[in-house]
């Protein structure tokens, strides 16, 4: 089975996949390829004077779903870091597996021997249920008997050549795999979707109800697709500053602007007022929600923080 292959074997395996996998013949292309080749392969390279909008543009093709997506980005903007990633080993019991399962919610799960590094394939819910569920059998269990291939793909594969990979072979999931053969972290077929048509919500998901709340005053927890324009008024604040504030319609876009990328859980962002974000939930692609301290609240926090850190160091 191609899943079983040692990690340099999958890595010289999705390095072929990116390198050869170009939109095929008309005749055989699949709804994918007719989308992509609306596109033009080779975007024109920016002149001297357009660098400015670099981080515009990035704050929009991470912020904004659209088809132009499907060129713009990597699999490595979308994908899970491998520490998040939920797996199994080839050696867990039954119960144990259904545990796994139940608590996480998801369809499928990539299954390891010894590290994720060495990946054996995929294990499905269906397979499990129709097989030892629902008064299937109820003899010894035996993972490796469960498992379906799984695809790799190397981080600089565009997305979109991902995602008709998967459409040809009908797998839903791929492990991003570097260079040395290690898995960096784990895309689905629905990593890729949200990109173009946005967020996809099931019955695991948690309603996210209002865009923003007041945790206490001067304190906002806020979704980054609040409009900015109405935050602003919400606040009395104004938080676009230049030009190219203005082009941004969301708080969560404002945010990367000020920073360039995705920033990371935790990260705290200063803005230009005196006003700082608390990024409190983001994946590898997008920021999901933050918490907005006003200008005073920042600055009635910075003699408390400076006293704490010099009695630390004393």
């Given at each position: 089975m191609?899943?079983?292959?040692d990690g ?5 395996g999705a390095?072929?996949?990116s390198d050869d996998?170009?939109p095929?013949?008309?005749g055989q ?6 989308i992509?080749?609306a596109?033009s392969?080779?975007e024109p390279?920016?002149d001297?004077?357009s ?14 779903p659209?088809?132009?997506?499907l060129?713009?980005?990597r ?6 870091p491998?520490?998040e990633?939920i797996?199994?080993p ?8 259904v545990?796994?399962?139940r608590?996480?919610g998801?369809?499928r799960?990539?299954v ?9 394939g995929l294990?499905?819910?269906k397979d499990?249920?129709?097989?030892h ?7 010894r ?8 291939p ?6 600089s594969?565009?997305i979109?050549v ?6 040809r ?8 795999i570097d ?12 990593d890729l979707?949200e990109t ?8 695991h998901?948690?309603a ?7 945790e ?10 609040a409009p900015?324009?109405e935050?602003?008024a919400?606040?009395g604040?104004?938080?676009?500053r230049?030009e ?8 969560g ?9 995705v920033p990371?859980r935790?990260e705290i962002v200063?803005?230009?007022?005196g006003a ?7 994946d590898p692609?997008?920021?999901?929600r933050?918490?907005?301290r006003?200008?005073?609240v920042v600055?009635a926090?910075t003699p408390?923080a ?9």
């Open positions: 191609g899943s079983s292959n340099s074997l999958a890595a010289q390095q072929r996949s996998d170009h095929p013949e008309p292309r699949g709804i994918i390829g007719r992509l080749s596109f392969p080779n390279a920016n001297a004077g660098s400015q909008s670099t981080a515009l543009t990035l704050a929009h093709s991470l912020t904004l659209g088809i132009a997506n060129r713009r980005l699999v490595d903007d979308v994908a899970i491998k520490v990633v797996a199994v080839l050696d867990i019991g039954k119960d144990e597996l545990e796994v399962f608590e996480h998801f369809s799960m990539p390891y021997k010894g590290t994720l590094d060495h990946p054996q294990v499905l819910l499990l249920a129709l097989q569920g629902f008064n299937g059998s109820s003899g269990f035996s993972l490796r008997k469960l498992l379906r799984v695809l790799y793909a190397p981080p594969m565009p979109g991902l995602l008709q990979k998967m459409q072979e009908r797998v839903h999931m791929a492990l991003v260079e040395y053969g290690g898995v960096d972290g784990l895309v689905t077929i629905e979707i173009v048509i946005g967020e996809i919500e099931d019955e998901d948690e996210e109800g209002a865009l923003w709340v007041q206490k005053p001067g304190v906002y927890i806020v979704q980054s697709r900015l324009e935050f602003e919400e606040i604040l104004r938080l676009r230049d190219e504030d203005e082009e941004i319609d969301t708080l876009g404002l945010v990367f602007l000020r920073t360039g990328r990371v935790g200063p803005h230009e007022s700082e974000f608390e990024v409190i939930d983001a692609r997008r920021i999901k933050l918490r907005v006003m200008p005073g600055q926090q408390v400076l006293i704490e850190k010099a009695t630390e160091g004393a």
